[in-house]
């Protein structure tokens, strides 16, 4: 039975305030069998909550049950004890508790106390969250636990999980410092949710690259007949041919080429920008014009690179874009993107595709302009704003007056 504590000093109102027992201990299902007095399927049809003394809270969750599987009782209710709960504005939370929602299913181990409710025998649940599983299906999990097979006869432990391998996607025939984006997915095809590191290493093995070996090694998680994907960003400094493996299973070839490649078959100009001289804080749009000799459409990468060359001031963060561009060999296509400059000064413009760098262009963004001074304002005293404000009231309330009154002319 789980040890109580005084929690009394705890209690705050309008707080939920935070009661641990400890650290919960991870029970295997056999334990969690032979220690509880009876297991059920059942529903949540109630819950109610109940003070103590010293200030703790309880809650007696009532379970309709619908079928036994351990030592049957001669009840279609029983009452589960559960620490913690809110009463008004004082509450208590308990670590580890199981979590019951009405109308749920659920497959329950239980043990018995020496406590009643509604002169019912009261149980509490042995392991805490570890014995009250979820029930979806013929399938039941409890948080952290074990997936179990439920049958109208009997209860059975699903077998153990395992990380496969389900693809590797690499995209062939890419450029030296181009970012290569690919892809990598597992399934566990067992009955049991499962983890662990898995190792992807990538090996040259023709070329200027044969030799070059790199790993690297990552946590993957696969629920039970689940999927776990992932997102690779790759960047290779030399060409050739290379081949992937996923803990030692071969799983993909590809070559890398020299900087430059396919990329005779696009063309990146008519750079335009606006407004044509832009000034500081204004939204500055560059647009490129991307033509290809290809014969059939295709979809066009490339990165648009913005950076700022000669300053006045504080220099703005570099700016780097990815693009891409639906090309067509009867239409030019067209790509735009907007920044605002922080700073006067140069900003270099540059283009590159598939690790070759194919347009450059500048833009000289002055400063914001100053607004011009009212003719008729009085030029400001120096060091005295107050006097310069009174003088500048004066003069105007002069002109004023004689515009309204012209002098008389003399007889």
Same mark, same amino acid.
């Given at each position: 039975? $789980? &040890?109580? @504590?005084?929690?009394?000093?705890?209690?705050?109102?309008?707080?939920? #305030?935070?009661?641990? *027992?400890?650290?919960?201990?991870?029970?295997?299902?056999?334990?969690? *069998?032979?220690?509880?007095?009876?297991? =059920?399927?059942?529903?949540?049809?109630?819950?109610?909550?109940?003070?103590?003394?010293?200030?703790?809270?309880?809650?007696?969750?009532? $379970?309709?049950?619908? +079928?036994?599987?351990?030592?049957?009782?001669?009840?279609?209710?029983?009452?589960v004890r559960v620490e913690g709960g809110t009463i008004g504005e004082q509450g208590i939370w308990v670590e580890d508790q199981p979590e019951f929602i009405?109308?749920?299913?659920?497959? #329950?181990?239980?043990?018995?106390?020496?406590? !009643?409710?509604?002169?019912?025998?009261?149980?509490?649940?042995?392991?805490?969250?570890?014995?009250?599983?979820?029930?979806?299906?013929?399938?039941?999990?409890?948080?952290?636990?074990?997936?179990?097979?439920? %049958?109208?006869?009997?209860? /059975?432990?699903?077998?153990?999980?395992?990380?496969?391998?389900?693809?590797?996607?690499?995209?062939?025939? +890419?450029?030296?410092?181009?970012?290569?984006?690919?892809?990598?997915?597992?399934?566990?095809?067992?009955?049991?949710?499962?983890?662990?590191?898995?190792?992807?290493?990538?090996?040259? $093995? &023709?070329?200027?690259?044969?030799?070059?070996?790199?790993?690297?090694?990552? *946590?993957?998680?696969v629920g039970p007949g689940g999927y776990a994907g992932r997102e690779l960003r790759l960047n290779f400094t030399l060409p050739g041919l290379y081949t =992937?493996?996923?803990?030692?299973?071969? =799983?993909?070839?590809?070559?890398?080429?020299?900087?430059?490649?396919? %990329?005779?078959?696009?063309?990146?100009?008519?750079? !335009?920008?606006?407004?044509?001289?832009?000034?500081?804080?204004?939204?500055?749009?560059?647009?490129? !014009?991307? %033509?290809?000799?290809?014969?059939?459409?295709?979809?066009?990468?490339?990165?648009?690179?913005? +950076?700022? /060359?000669?300053?006045?001031?504080?220099?703005?963060?570099?700016?780097?874009?990815?693009?891409? %561009?639906?090309?067509?060999?009867?239409?030019?296509?067209?790509?735009?993107?907007?920044?605002?400059?922080?700073?006067?000064?140069?900003?270099?413009?540059?283009?590159?595709? +598939?690790? !070759?760098? /194919?347009?450059?262009? /500048? $833009?000289?963004?002055? @400063?914001?302009?100053?607004?011009?001074?009212?003719?008729?304002?009085?030029?400001?005293?120096?060091?005295?704003?107050?006097?310069?404000?009174?003088?500048?009231?004066?003069?105007?309330?002069?002109?004023?007056?004689?515009?309204?009154?012209?002098?008389?002319? =003399?007889?």
């Amino acid at each position: 039975m $789980i &040890k109580k @504590a005084v929690a009394a000093a705890l209690i705050l109102l309008s707080l939920l #305030v935070p009661v641990s *027992w400890g650290a919960m201990i991870k029970i295997p299902y056999e334990q969690l *069998w032979e220690e509880a007095d009876t297991v =059920a399927l059942g529903n949540v049809k109630g819950i109610t909550t109940h003070p103590e003394e010293r200030g703790l809270i309880y809650r007696v969750v009532a $379970i309709s049950v619908e +079928r036994y599987y351990k030592n049957p009782v001669n009840a279609t209710t029983l009452y589960v004890r559960v620490e913690g709960g809110t009463i008004g504005e004082q509450g208590i939370w308990v670590e580890d508790q199981p979590e019951f929602i009405i109308g749920e299913r659920l497959l #329950v181990f239980l043990a018995l106390t020496d406590q !009643t409710h509604l002169e019912q025998p009261l149980y509490t649940v042995p392991g805490l969250v570890q014995g009250k599983f979820t029930v979806t299906g013929d399938t039941a999990h409890a948080p952290g636990g074990p997936y179990l097979r439920i %049958s109208e006869d009997e209860i /059975t432990l699903m077998p153990g999980g395992s990380i496969e391998l389900a693809e590797l996607v690499i995209p062939d025939n +890419r450029t030296i410092f181009e970012d290569i984006y690919g892809t990598v997915g597992f399934t566990n095809p067992g009955g049991q949710g499962t983890s662990g590191n898995v190792s992807i290493t990538f090996t040259g $093995i &023709k070329g200027p690259c044969e030799g070059y070996v790199n790993t690297t090694t990552f *946590w993957v998680g696969v629920g039970p007949g689940g999927y776990a994907g992932r997102e690779l960003r790759l960047n290779f400094t030399l060409p050739g041919l290379y081949t =992937a493996t996923v803990d030692g299973e071969h =799983a993909a070839n590809f070559t890398i080429h020299e900087a430059g490649y396919m %990329s005779e078959g696009y063309r990146f100009s008519g750079l !335009t920008v606006e407004p044509s001289e832009p000034t500081v804080g204004q939204q500055i749009k560059v647009t490129l !014009t991307v %033509s290809t000799t290809l014969k059939e459409e295709t979809q066009c990468y490339y990165w648009m690179k913005i +950076r700022q /060359t000669q300053a006045q001031g504080e220099p703005m963060n570099p700016l780097s874009i990815y693009m891409m %561009s639906e090309t067509s060999p009867d239409a030019d296509a067209t790509n735009w993107y907007e920044f605002q400059a922080e700073a006067p000064g140069t900003y270099k413009v540059t283009v590159w595709h +598939r690790g !070759t760098r /194919t347009l450059q262009d /500048t $833009i000289t963004v002055a @400063a914001a302009q100053q607004s011009p001074t009212p003719e008729n304002q009085p030029e400001a005293i120096p060091g005295h704003p107050a006097a310069a404000t009174l003088l500048g009231a004066l003069a105007a309330y002069i002109v004023k007056i004689r515009g309204r009154h012209p002098p008389a002319v =003399a007889a």
